[in-house]
């Protein structure tokens, strides 16, 4: 017994690391196909009479879900900082969810995963949508939950795109609330795609940008202006992402390998839609703005070792309108008793940045949630054969809709079976 102890001990610490990989991926997978068939499901009959009320039950459980993940990433070690650039607590923070558009750099590929880490906090969680590739909806099990959510897939076609892209915002913001989180490089920050945006820069006669890749700007121009048409008022934020632990392109595979980051800086700087530029040339400046101050962001990022994210101009010792929310979404005011002390820099001694928010965790079921899929279900699986019948049925309606178009095309009036290719 005590060999098999002491053999025990000696297993590989890369071993141990796949193991939290591979048992987030099972969960999600097997978790996402039962709340699909089990939950979304029957929530999405109401859509044609109640399409408001089938759309909050739909982002309730995906909700508690997502809350779930970020769980498990603070089991495994994960944590976050937050830092607001506006001078405002998070309950206004949490305010701006009604019609939020979140712009962010894209550091790898899995950005949009590790942004659960700030979804929860700060409440953006249930009305997260993204763009993605049009082949993800066939992923078995999450594919089905982001039609159900109804996540935009696009096939790189911008004439087809966009009308894809304004059909889904209207539809949210008809019969909910969104936060669109876009990434405008396009893709993550691998060497290949590095060289790609360093030649695209002297055909240009721009920068050679290190830390971000040069921004799109043609589809965050479109979705601005969408979102702007609705009758809530449209909330920018400016979103800047550092990581510790993972190199820039990370992919599915470190993931799997347990390549995570230990810790993620998150800055936010808010901009009302009302005060930015309305002329599309203007509009595009802000963005390429916003960009090269991210490049300045992140080099400081990474000078200073992951402590702080500031400008020039802060470094300088500027006046800065800074907030500092902690992972349980709390106002800091007091530098000594934030995550930050008078020069900026983010004190790994303190311990704001790691508390998990379980409040918000309580708050969204996630308790419920986890019971009902690792109990409940299995047991009703078990037992009953109709259940059995009832999981090939609803995996199967969800595979043939995917092949016709996708769940998200029905439930934003986009006709089924029409190609953008």
């Known amino acids: 017994m005590a060999l098999e102890v002491a053999n025990l001990m000696y297993v590989p610490a890369a071993c141990l690391q796949c193991v939290k990989g591979i048992l987030f991926v099972v969960w999600v997978v097997v978790s996402a196909v039962l709340s699909s068939v089990f939950f979304f499901g029957p929530a999405l009959l109401l859509h044609p009479i109640a399409p408001k009320t089938s759309l ?28 607001v650039r506006a001078g405002i607590g998070a309950e206004n923070l949490k305010k701006d969810i009604r019609n939020l558009l979140i712009v962010s750099n894209h550091f790898c590929r899995l950005d949009w995963l590790f942004t659960w880490m700030i979804e929860l906090p700060l409440g953006w969680y249930k009305s997260k949508v993204i763009t993605l590739k049009s082949g993800l909806r066939h992923i078995l099990g999450v594919g089905w939950s982001m039609q159900t959510l109804r996540y935009v897939f696009l096939e790189r076609n911008w004439n087809a795109d966009k009308d894809r892209i304004a059909a889904c915002i209207k539809s949210l913001q008809r019969d909910g609330t969104i936060s669109m989180l876009l990434y ?36 965050f121009i479109h979705i601005f202006n969408t979102m702007s048409e609705g009758q809530e008022p449209l909330m920018v934020w400016d979103l800047t992402v ?20 230990r810790r993620i800086y998150f800055r936010i700087t808010r901009w009302p839609a009302v005060s930015m530029p309305k002329d ?72 704001a ?25 299995p047991a009703l699986l078990y037992t009953f054969v109709w259940a059995r019948w ?21 439930l934003c009036d986009i006709p089924m079976g029409v190609s953008s290719k």
Request: charged share 25%.
């Open 353 to 377: 940045d790691e508390r998990f928010p379980w409040v918000e965790f309580l708050k969204s079921g996630a308790p419920l949630f986890i019971l009902v899929n690792i109990v409940c279900l």
């Open 184 to 219: 405008p490089e396009g893709t993550d920050l691998s060497k290949s795609n590095r060289k790609k945006s360093h030649e695209y820069a002297r055909e240009k006669g721009l920068q050679q940008y290190q830390n971000v890749l040069h921004p799109k700007r043609r589809g």
């Open 280 to 351: 599309e040339i203007a509009l595009s400046e802000w963005l390429k703005e916003r960009w090269a101050e991210k490049e300045l962001l992140l080099d400081d990022f990474r000078e200073s070792k992951g402590r702080r994210m500031l400008l020039p101009a802060e470094l300088d010792g500027r006046k800065s309108d800074e907030t500092i929310v902690s992972s349980n979404g709390d106002k800091h005011a007091d530098p000594n008793q934030s995550s930050t002390v008078s020069n900026g820099d983010c004190s790994s001694s303190n311990n």
């Open 242 to 261: 550092g990581y510790e632990g993972i190199s820039a392109g990370a992919g599915e595979l470190d993931f799997l390998r347990g390549a995570w980051p």
């Open 56 to 83: 909050k039950i739909v982002r309730s459980i995906a909700g508690a879900w997502f809350a779930c993940g970020v769980l498990w990433f603070y089991v495994c070690g994960m944590r976050i900082v937050i830092d």
């Open 390 to 410: 009832w999981l090939l049925l609803g995996s199967a309606i969800f595979i043939a809709l995917g092949a016709l178009g996708g769940l998200d095309s029905v």
